[in-house]
């Protein structure tokens, strides 16, 4: 039994086909990714990093941190024993490290501003889709209502329906009265002939 196993492994790869063909990658998995000299980041993470700054510099907060730092930096370098110091009289580091903080402040603060725009930019787009839809409905139900108006003009009302009741009931009593005035003439009409003969007798 070994030695047949053997021999179907070995006959497996030996086709015609199976030892030229090209290793191709599936369909039914992901490929894999690729390798790039460029590191990469997450635009959203960067994004989301930047808008963080640009609000924490717009306060007050930031304001009295930089200003506390700038001081205790300014009375250390005036101070201090010569040998401490490590940015004298004209604050040339100051200057150049204030200089770099705004350079990086100035870009996440637009970045945080076109995100904003681009968010602004969506949430008016939504508002003017649901205006549009708000409008069609509002002109539907008007039509709508039109024609319903429409078609109550055309159905008898109870106003209608008892005006023409009223009008009948007094149609049936001057046509009662008339058959009464009718018959109280016949009994005259009757005296006046013979008992016992018709019209046709004579």
Do not use: C
Not at 37 to 64: K, M
Not at 92 to 112: D, E, K, N, R, V
């Amino acid at each position: 039994m070994a030695a047949e196993r053997e021999g179907v492994r070995e006959r497996l790869p030996a086709g015609a086909t199976a030892a030229g063909r090209p290793r191709t990658p599936r369909l039914d998995q992901p490929r894999p990714p690729r390798r790039r000299l460029v590191p990469q980041w997450d635009p959203e993470a960067f994004g989301r990093l930047s808008e963080r700054t640009a609000r924490f510099l717009g306060t007050g907060r930031f304001i009295v941190w930089m200003t506390f730092v700038i001081i205790l930096w300014v009375l250390w370098n005036v101070s201090a024993p010569k040998e401490l110091r490590f940015d004298e009289y004209p604050f040339i580091f100051l200057t150049l490290m204030l200089s770099l903080q705004a350079s990086y402040a100035a870009p996440l603060i637009l970045l945080a501003q076109n995100r904003q725009d681009d968010r602004d930019r969506v949430n008016l787009e939504q508002d003017r889709k649901q205006n549009e839809r708000s409008i069609a409905d509002t002109e539907y139900l008007t039509r709508e209502i039109a024609a319903l108006r429409i078609g109550l003009g055309e159905v008898a009302t109870r106003d209608w329906i008892r005006s023409e009741l009223q009008d009948m009931v007094k149609e049936l009593d001057a046509h009662r009265n008339g058959h009464k005035d009718q018959h109280g003439s016949f009994p005259a009409m009757r005296a006046e002939r013979p008992p016992g003969r018709d019209a046709d007798d004579r």
